[in-house]
């Protein structure tokens, strides 16, 4: 069933999302919501990773003794490794309240979408506390 509707969604049939009310039109347009908060997401990981990685070259290491921290950069690749694993297993059990049913790819995919949305504020306010 799943293969079905990420086949579906592929092949961009035209939906209103605004109007459509079928279980399947809410279900692609779920994923279309996330693809686009994904993209968003991406966008701002490249932003943030790279300003994280200014602020490690230009840390002075010599005048912090003591300083075993692995910086910036790496710290935050580490936690956003593990933020996509927790997303994608939060939203696996938040599809589950609608287990086997036409309507778990769109629990699925709402939460994928408002979990990376919140990622991406986050990855934002990175960039205005440094």
């Not at 592929?10 to 779920?30: E, F, G, H, R, V």
């Amino acid at each position: 069933m799943l293969l079905a509707l990420l086949l579906l969604a592929a092949q961009d049939p035209p939906i209103d999302c605004a109007k459509d009310q079928t279980q399947l039109s809410m279900n692609i347009c779920a994923d279309r919501a996330f693809q686009a908060a994904d993209a968003k997401l991406n966008r701002q990981w490249k932003i943030a990773l790279a300003r994280m990685k200014e602020l490690d070259a230009d840390y002075d290491r010599d005048r912090r003794e003591g300083d075993n921290s692995i910086g910036y950069g790496p710290t935050l690749l580490e936690s956003q490794r593990a933020w996509l694993k927790y997303r994608e297993a939060q939203c696996a059990v938040e599809g589950q309240y609608m287990r086997g049913g036409s309507g778990e790819p769109m629990m699925y995919s709402t939460c994928m979408a408002s979990l990376t949305r919140d990622r991406t504020a986050f990855l934002a306010t990175l960039l205005e506390d440094h």
